[in-house]
Nanobody
């Protein structure tokens, strides 16, 4: 059974910094692309960042345009953990952040999966 434990969210002011963590189990973490997603009230679920496996792929990363240069995704396969370092946070970054291995989602939205609980990020102006 896939399980994901997200942590690190919180409330910060504009310009603040947070580092999210997501530890996965129930699947081969090191072989899996991992993604961070977010959903704000009234908005659609969106991909924030993804990182490919560095075991069976090239470890390349993707960032949503609005977070490029501010967010950094990384992974520690020994700890089955993916991180999202967020700096220069803006009020529009406010959302529930969730992680997921997109290759295992099928038709499930990563923001509505039951694998994890998500973590709330609130940025005040």
């Amino acid at each position: 059974k896939v399980q994901l434990v997200e942590s690190g969210g919180g409330s910060v002011q504009t310009g603040g910094t947070l580092k999210l963590s997501c530890t996965g189990s129930g699947f081969v973490f090191g072989d899996s692309t991992m993604g961070w997603y977010r959903q704000a009230p009234g908005n659609k679920c969106e991909v924030v960042s993804t990182i490919n496996s560095d075991i069976n792929s090239d470890g390349s990363t993707y960032y949503k345009d609005s977070v490029k240069g501010r967010f950094t995704i990384s992974r520690d396969n020994a700890k089955n953990t993916v991180f999202l370092q967020m700096k220069d946070l803006k009020p529009e970054d406010t959302a529930v952040y969730s992680c997921a291995p997109p290759g295992l989602l099928a038709t499930t939205s990563p923001c509505q999966s039951t694998w994890g609980q998500g973590t709330q990020v609130t940025v005040s102006s």
